[in-house]
């Protein structure tokens, strides 16, 4: 299929604007880049927040979007790994020409991952920025550049990462959250038992499938799911990922912690100072490859990602696809507000008109 030197993109014009859908360049890719012809994309808080507060906008007009997969239609004249016509998913490095709510985006090769032929794209596109975030705030270290980091156990994809952590628990807050049930996913393989979730009743079927050995109610007080989690494990807990993060989860995420233990969050801190000195450590994650800190592990990762997905190991989150095109971004957003849904949404960008 012939590449168009135009296509529909999904922007904010300026400061606090509207979406709009616009029609731009297609930009054709660098030397160690390839051009995806995107397939599906999906929708992420981060739109709400570029929307809202300029979050990741360098300057505007800027294409939006963190999340796609689709098919290789060029290769830049350096790259190895990739071939054209293979299918893959990547996250945005927050440039306009490899933003996600538009037909086509160019990406570094290593920063793709393959996407076997059993996975939709739908399905694809719920992988990318949230599978990172629960990555790398439970494999890799903290990152003092960027006041970023995680947990820095050993990657479960790394051959001696496999089971390593057997037999330690773990808890995990907002686990039916997307970046939560990747979470839970992953650390099954390192081997930690019992894995503790934290989340709303109705997901325990969905979340013991992933994983969890145990469901606690999320609507509980704090000091009854600290002893829940106390009846279900003596052992000291040295890691929480707190995929929710609001004031209240990472309250209660520090308190079950362990002395020395690490808990990872996804939003700014909202500790009390004198926690942030005490022996717990608390690390906010970055869930994108596009800081040099985490471009090599991430690349490791997404790399060694195609063969979880085919096994099954890890699974997509549930998708939901909404008709329309980019033009459906815009009123899907406003869906994800009430942190309502334990999947993602999906649109397809070649179906706008
Ligand atoms: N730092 C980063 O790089 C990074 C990257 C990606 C995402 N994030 C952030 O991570 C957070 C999670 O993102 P996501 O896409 O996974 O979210 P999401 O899937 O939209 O989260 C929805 C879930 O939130 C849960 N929830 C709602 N209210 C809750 C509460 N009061 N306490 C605990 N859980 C609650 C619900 O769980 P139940 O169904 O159990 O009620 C629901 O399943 C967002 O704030 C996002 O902005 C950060």
């Known amino acids: 299929m012939a590449i168009p030197t135009q296509q529909k993109a999904l922007r904010l014009t300026a400061a606090q604007s509207d979406f709009s859908v616009d029609t731009v360049p297609v930009v054709l890719p660098q030397d160690d880049e390839v051009l995806i012809r995107i397939e599906a994309s999906t929708l992420s808080h981060m739109e709400r927040f570029m929307q809202q507060a300029g979050y990741y906008i360098t300057e505007y007009p800027s294409i939006v979007g963190l999340d796609a997969a ?5 290769l830049g004249k350096n790259v190895t790994g990739r071939a054209i016509g293979d299918r893959v998913l990547y996250v945005t490095n927050f440039t306009s020409p490899s933003a996600a709510h538009q037909q086509y985006a160019v990406m570094k090769a290593h920063l793709t991952a393959k996407v076997p032929a059993s996975i939709s794209f739908d399905q694809a596109a719920t992988l990318p920025c949230n599978v990172l975030t629960a990555h790398n705030g439970l494999y890799t270290g903290p990152t003092p550049r960027i006041g970023r980091g995680g947990a820095n156990l050993t990657p479960f994809w790394k051959p001696e990462g496999r089971g390593k952590y057997a037999g330690q628990p773990i808890v995990i807050l907002g686990a039916a959250a997307s970046v939560g049930q990747y979470a839970i996913q992953q650390v099954r393989i390192s081997g930690f038992s019992p894995i503790i979730a934290v989340a709303s009743l109705r997901n325990a079927d969905l979340l013991k499938s992933l994983g969890a050995t ?4 999320r609507s509980l007080s704090a000091s009854d799911l600290i002893s829940q989690a106390r009846e279900i494990t003596t052992k000291p807990i040295q890691v929480v990922y707190d995929a929710f ?17 690490a808990l990872a969050i996804t939003l700014p801190v909202a500790l009390d100072e004198a926690k942030l000195k005490s022996d717990k450590s608390v690390y906010m994650v970055y869930g994108a490859p596009n800081q040099p800190e985490y471009e090599e592990i991430d ?12 096994s099954g190991e890890i699974k997509p989150n549930a998708v939901e696809y909404l008709p329309g095109g980019l033009h459906a971004v815009s009123e899907g957003l406003k869906r994800l ?17």
């Open 299 to 310: 690349a490791e990762f997404f790399n060694a990602l195609p063969e979880y997905l085919s």
């Open 70 to 74: 689709g098919v290789v239609v060029a």
């Open 337 to 353: 507000e009430s942190f309502a849904l334990n999947g993602k949404l999906a649109v397809h960008p070649l179906e706008t008109a």
């Open 245 to 261: 993060s609001s004031a209240e989860t990472q309250g209660l995420g520090y308190d079950i912690l362990a002395s020395g233990g």
């Open 214 to 217: 145990h469901v606690l109610d």
